[in-house]
C-alpha cells in the first residue's frame, strides 16, 4: 500500500515548491506475540510470551509493555533489569533515541540482543493499522506520541488474551492515553508494584527537573528583535556580553551596564543557548529569587550527560542568601560571537553512525554535534568547527568541520589552537608590509642628525630579562654639579619607521600587541624593526624618543623635557648583569655608577609611591628552562626578581605618568591613556573573609588603606601567607584598559593600582601599538611632527582602544596558555613531591598553590553524594573548610602534594595534584621518596638538569650574540 503526501515549502530564494513523498505501508508485519493466529508467524520461536507470569501487583495478568521514548530516554536501567520482559520496542522510539543519545541507542541494541529479556522491535510507522499522518500544526513531539499511543492501542486489540500496558512518565501523553481507555502507567507506579524487586525503586530516574510543556523542546523559545528592543527599552530586560564558567558549564554570567555585579544565570534551561561572548538580552528574576555562583566543578561529559537532570534552576542552597547577586535568565540573543572553535572530534559510540560530538579545547564553549564521513580519520586529532545553528529542540549547537590542524600532543598543533583560540594574528606579514620597511644598510643621514637632539655621549645601557632582542627601553643616570641628578628615560622611535596609513601601519594596529608565548613570540611589526632597527642594542646607535628629568636626591623633580635623540647604548645588560655591576663596589665604569645612581632613585620612588596609595600584589609566575634543540621545558622554577627589575619598572611607570601629563594637557579631548578602575566593594568580599578567618581585617575602603592592611597582615609561622593574600586580592582587581580623554570624565582617568591620577604606555613601541600612538600625539607637542585627522578624532581613537584592549586581554590568555601546555610538557614524564598552601576551599574541591613553581590546581574531593567512596569530606561554607578523617582543609594551610600530568584526557591534558599531607586514609596517596638517601638524589638531579638549562641558555644566547648572565664571566667582562 503507498501513500503519497503532497506540501508546498519555499526556498532559500523565495520560490515555491512542490514536495511529494510517498510513505509503504503492509500488512504482512508481525507483531511478535506467540501464537498469534492472525499474523504469519516467522518459523523461530516467537520473543513475547503470551502467558509470562506477572511480576507486578498491578497488573497481575500477563502482559506486554510497551514504553514510550520518555521512558527510554530516562529509565533505560530500569528496563535493562532481569525483572522486566516482554517489551515492545517501537521504530519510533528507536528513531527518537537514536537521534537524541547514541550511547542510550546502543545500549538498546544490546538489550535487544538479549535472548531472556524476550524483547521486539516492531515496525509500526510501516504497518498499515498503526500508521497515522501528521495533522498541520502538530509538533514532532505531539506526533511521536500519536503514534506511540495508536500503536498500543492496536496491539490491545489485535493480541487477544494478552493487556499491552504503555509505559510513560509523559504528563501530558499519559492524561491522553487514559481519556481514550488505554492501559497506561507510569514507570515508578509499575517498579513500585513490583514486591519482589525492592532494588530497582534506587535506579528510578528523577524526572522534576524536565522542562515544563513540550517534552521534545529543550530550550524556550528565544524572543524577537523587536520584542527585545521593546524590552530593553521599557527596563523589562537587560542586555550585555554573556560569559561562560569554564569550570562549571550549567553556569554563566551576563556583563550588564548600570549594575555593580553581573547577572547570575544558572541552569541549561535559563542559559537558553548562550554562547561565550554573545551579546545577549536576560530577565532578572525577583530578589527573592537572587542566587550565589554555585561551589562546584562541573564537566560536561557529552555523550554521557541525563540532559534532563540539568535544566535546573538556581539550587535553594543558594537562594536568598546575603551575598546573593542580580539572577535572571536569557530571553533572547540579540548578536551572536559564533567564530571558529579547536578542539577534537568524540566518535559517536555507534560505529556507522556520521554524526558525532566535537569537543572544544575551550571549556567556556559547548560541544558542537557535526556530521562527517571522516570520524575515523580525524580521531586524535586537532580540528577547527564553526557553529552554523542551535535549534530549541537539540541539546547541543550543530556545526561543521572545517580542517584538521594535526595531531593531539604535537607542539605545532597545540600553539596552533592557542593562537587561533584566542584570536591571536600570527601569519607572515604580507608582501605590502614588507614593502614599508627600510632598506639595509640602514644609515643615519645629516638631516636626521640635524633634526634629532644627539644623545650618543650619554652613558645609555638597557636593562632587560635574559634573551631578549626586542630592547625598547634604555636608561641613564649622571650627576650634575647642583648635586642633582639628569636621569633619561630613552625609548625606541618605532614612530619613525611606521607612519601613519600605511600597509605597516594598519597590520600593527591589527595585531595590537607582540605575543610572547614559552617559546616563540609573534611580532607586532616585522623582526627587521623589531628586533634591529628599532631595538636599542649595545654598542648601536638607533633613533629614540627620551624623556629627561632633572630631580634632587630625594627624587622630586625639578623639570622634565621631552625630545627625539640619537643614542648609542654601551651595554645591553640582563637583570643579573646590572644587579652584579650595582652590588660589585670594585666597578666604577660609568654605566655601573649610572645604574647604583637610578636604583637609589628608584627605591625613593617606590617608597613615595606606595605611601601614596600604590598597591603591591603579587601573582604566581614561573620561568622554563627550554631545551635549545629540542625546545621542550627542561626544568621550571618561580621567577626569581631582583632589584633591577623594580630599578626599570619605576622609571617606566615615571615616564608614563610624565608623558601622559603632557599629552592630556595639550589634546584634553583626544589623549590616548591607560585607567585601572577601582573594584567595587563586592569584588573583595572572598579576600575580606579569607583575611577575617585568619584574624585579620582588611580595609578595602580605598587603595592606600588595602595596602597598608595588606602589610600588617603577617604571620610568623607562615611566611608565605602574606604573598597568598597578595594573590588573592590581585584576583579582586578590575581590568586595566586605554581610553580615549574625550569619551569619560576625568574623573574616572584614575589609576588605581598605581595610585596615580593619570597614566598612559609611552615605553614599549616595538610591542603596543597604544604606544605608538601616544609617540604621535607627543611628537605633536614637541612640534617634532605633524597631526593627522584620525589621531584628533577621539571616536576613532576610541575604536582603536576597545581593538588593541581586546587583543591585550587575548595576549595574556594566549600567554597564560602557553604557561599550561609548557606545563603538561614538563610534566608528562615527571612526578613530583612539593610544598604547597591551600588557596580556596569549594565545595568539592581545594584550591592549592605550589610556591616553588608557582602553580595552581585543584584537588577534587569525595562529597557525602558518592556513597561509593572511601572517604567522604564534609563541606563547611562559613569558615569555608573540608574535613575527613579527623582532618580538617582550611584556606592558607600548609600541605604536601604529588605533582603529575593525566593523560588520559587526550583533549585537555591536566596537571593533576594528589594530596601526601596530611594523610587522610582512603584519601591521600603515599609518599613516593623512601629514604632520604633517594630524596638527595632527586635535588641532586633537580639541580644538575637546572645547570643543564643555564648551560644550554649560555650557548645559546653566545650563538645570537646575546650577553652572558654567570657571575664569573660577568665580572671577567666587566674588568
Not at 592557542?418 to 601569519?427: I, K, T
Request: with cysteine.
Amino acid at each position: 500500500m503507498l501513500k503519497h503526501k503532497t506540501f508546498l515549502k519555499k526556498n532559500r530564494r523565495g520560490n515555491v515548491l512542490k514536495i511529494v513523498r510517498e510513505h509503504y505501508l503492509r500488512d504482512d508485519l508481525w507483531c511478535g506475540v506467540q501464537g498469534c493466529e492472525d499474523c504469519r508467524q516467522p518459523a523461530h520461536e516467537a520473543p513475547l510470551e503470551r502467558a509470562a507470569p506477572s511480576v507486578s501487583s498491578a497488573v497481575p495478568e500477563p502482559h506486554l509493555l510497551l514504553p514510550d521514548t520518555n521512558v527510554i530516554l530516562h529509565q533505560l536501567e530500569i528496563l535493562s533489569s532481569d525483572a522486566i520482559k516482554n517489551v515492545i520496542l517501537l521504530k519510533t522510539v528507536l528513531d527518537e533515541a537514536r537521534k537524541r543519545s547514541p550511547p542510550l541507542y546502543k545500549k538498546l541494541t544490546d538489550l535487544m540482543s538479549s535472548t531472556n529479556k524476550h524483547c521486539y522491535v516492531f515496525i509500526n510507522e510501516h504497518h498499515k493499522d498503526t500508521y497515522v499522518e501528521r495533522v498541520p500544526g502538530e509538533t514532532s513531539n505531539d506526533y511521536s506520541d500519536r503514534l506511540i499511543r495508536r500503536a498500543a492501542l492496536w496491539y490491545n486489540e489485535h493480541a487477544t488474551g494478552v493487556k499491552t500496558l504503555l509505559l510513560t512518565d509523559d504528563r501530558e501523553n499519559l492524561r491522553r492515553a487514559r481519556k481514550e481507555d488505554l492501559p497506561s502507567m507510569r514507570v515508578s507506579a509499575y517498579v513500585w508494584s513490583m514486591p519482589d524487586h525492592p532494588e530497582l525503586a534506587d535506579q528510578l530516574a528523577s524526572l522534576e527537573l524536565g522542562v515544563p510543556g513540550d517534552g521534545a523542546v529543550c530550550y524556550p523559545e528565544h524572543l524577537g528583535l523587536a520584542l527585545l528592543q521593546a524590552g530593553i527599552k521599557s527596563g523589562t530586560y537587560r542586555q550585555g556580553k554573556f560569559f561562560a564558567r569554564d569550570d562549571n558549564y550549567l553556569e554563566g554570567t551576563v556583563m550588564v551596564e548600570g549594575l555593580e555585579q553581573p547577572v547570575l544565570i544558572q541552569g541549561r534551561y535559563n542559559l537558553n543557548r548562550a554562547v561565550q561572548d554573545d551579546i545577549v538580552a536576560v530577565e532578572l528574576f525577583p530578589r527573592e529569587r537572587w542566587s550565589v555562583p554555585s561551589n562546584l566543578a562541573i564537566e560536561d561529559v557529552g555523550f554521557d550527560n541525563d540532559f534532563s537532570c540539568e535544566l535546573g534552576f538556581p539550587p535553594e542552597c543558594c537562594l536568598g542568601q546575603a551575598a546573593a547577586q542580580p539572577t535572571g535568565r536569557v530571553v533572547g540573543v540579540i548578536k551572536r560571537k559564533w567564530r571558529q572553535y579547536c578542539g577534537m572530534v568524540e566518535l559517536n559510540p555507534i560505529p556507522e553512525e556520521i554524526h558525532h560530538q566535537f569537543v572544544p579545547a575551550n571549556g567556556r564553549v559547548p560541544r558542537v554535534l557535526i556530521q562527517t564521513a571522516r570520524g575515523q580519520q580525524l580521531a586524535g586529532k586537532r580540528v577547527v568547527v564553526t557553529i552554523d545553528s542551535w535549534p530549541r529542540n537539540s541539546r547541543y549547537p550543530l556545526g561543521h568541520f572545517c580542517r584538521d590542524l594535526g595531531k593531539i600532543g604535537t607542539k605545532s598543533a597545540e600553539n596552533e589552537v592557542l593562537l587561533l583560540e584566542h584570536d591571536v594574528p600570527h601569519s607572515h606579514f604580507s608582501d605590502g608590509v614588507m614593502a614599508c620597511l627600510p632598506r639595509l644598510p640602514w644609515e643615519i643621514t645629516p638631516q636626521d642628525v640635524a633634526n634629532r637632539v644627539d644623545l650618543r655621549h650619554v652613558d645609555v645601557c638597557s636593562v632587560d630579562p635574559p634573551g631578549c632582542t626586542d630592547i625598547d627601553d634604555a636608561l641613564h643616570c649622571k650627576r650634575l654639579e647642583s648635586g642633582n641628578f639628569e636621569v633619561g628615560v630613552h625609548i625606541a622611535d618605532v614612530s619613525h619607521f611606521i607612519r601613519p596609513g600605511t600597509a605597516i601601519d594598519k597590520e600593527a594596529a591589527n595585531r595590537g600587541t607582540t605575543v610572547y608565548l614559552i617559546d616563540k613570540r609573534i611580532d607586532m611589526v616585522p623582526d627587521l624593526l623589531s628586533s634591529n632597527l628599532c631595538s636599542l642594542r649595545g654598542g648601536e646607535e638607533r633613533f629614540a624618543f627620551s624623556c629627561i628629568w632633572e630631580v634632587t636626591p630625594d627624587a622630586e623633580i625639578v623639570h622634565t623635557k621631552f625630545h627625539k635623540s640619537i643614542i648609542r647604548s654601551r651595554a645591553a645588560l640582563t637583570y643579573g648583569e646590572a644587579q652584579l655591576k650595582i652590588d660589585d663596589a670594585s666597578q666604577q665604569d660609568a654605566v655601573s655608577q649610572s645604574l647604583r645612581g637610578l636604583n637609589s632613585l628608584a627605591k625613593v620612588l617606590k617608597r613615595r609611591r606606595l605611601e601614596n596609595g600604590a598597591l603591591l600584589l603579587a601573582s604566581p609566575e614561573i620561568r622554563f628552562h627550554i631545551d635549545s634543540e629540542t625546545h621542550d621545558p627542561i626544568d621550571v622554577q618561580a621567577k626569581q626578581l631582583l632589584e633591577t627589575n623594580s630599578m626599570v619598572e619605576e622609571f617606566m611607570l615615571l615616564a608614563n605618568v610624565s608623558v601622559a601629563e603632557k599629552i592630556l594637557e595639550e589634546f584634553p579631548e583626544c589623549a590616548l591613556l591607560r585607567r585601572h578602575p577601582q573594584p567595587p566593594p563586592n569584588n573583595f568580599q572572598p579576600l575580606v573573609k579569607a583575611a577575617e578567618l585568619q584574624g585579620f581585617k582588611l580595609n578595602v575602603d580605598s587603595n592606600k588603606a588595602l595596602q597598608e592592611s595588606l602589610n600588617l597582615a603577617v604571620r610568623p609561622d607562615n611566611p608565605y601567607f602574606n604573598t597568598m593574600l597578595r594573590i588573592m586580592a590581585t584576583r579582586c582587581m578590575m581590568q586595566a584598559v586605554y581610553f580615549c580623554t574625550g569619551t569619560i570624565s576625568r574623573d574616572q582617568f584614575q589609576h588605581y593600582g598605581l595610585a596615580a591620577p593619570i597614566y598612559t604606555h609611552f615605553t614599549s613601541p616595538i610591542r603596543r601599538y597604544a604606544d605608538i600612538i601616544v609617540h604621535r600625539l607627543l611628537a605633536v607637542v614637541t612640534g617634532q611632527d605633524s597631526t593627522y585627522k584620525e589621531l584628533l578624532d577621539k571616536r576613532r581613537t576610541q575604536s582603536t582602544c576597545n581593538h588593541i584592549n581586546y587583543r591585550h586581554r587575548m595576549a595574556q590568555y594566549s600567554q597564560r596558555a602557553s604557561v599550561g601546555l609548557h606545563t603538561h610538557l614538563f610534566f608528562k614524564e615527571r612526578v613530583r613531591e612539593e610544598e604547597g598552601y591551600v588557596l580556596l576551599v569549594k565545595q568539592n574541591a581545594v584550591s592549592v598553590l605550589v610556591p616553588k613553581y608557582g602553580l595552581e590546581s585543584t584537588i577534587l574531593l569525595p562529597g557525602s553524594e558518592r556513597e561509593n567512596a572511601r572517604v567522604q569530606f564534609v563541606y563547611d561554607d562559613k569558615v569555608p573548610s573540608q574535613a575527613a578523617g579527623g582532618v580538617t582543609l582550611k584556606t592558607f594551610d600548609k600541605v604536601i602534594v604529588q605533582l603529575s600530568v593525566e593523560s588520559r584526557n587526550v583533549q585537555q591534558q591536566k596537571l593533576v595534584m594528589k594530596l601526601i599531607k596530611p594523610e587522610i586514609p582512603g584519601f591521600t596517596v603515599e609518599s613516593q621518596r623512601t629514604d632520604p638517601t633517594e630524596a638527595a638524589e632527586t635535588e641532586a638531579m633537580d639541580e644538575l638538569v637546572t645547570a643543564t638549562a643555564e648551560t644550554a641558555q649560555r650557548k645559546k644566547r653566545r650563538s645570537a650574540g646575546g650577553a652572558e648572565t654567570t657571575p664569573k664571566r660577568a665580572k671577567r667582562k666587566a674588568k
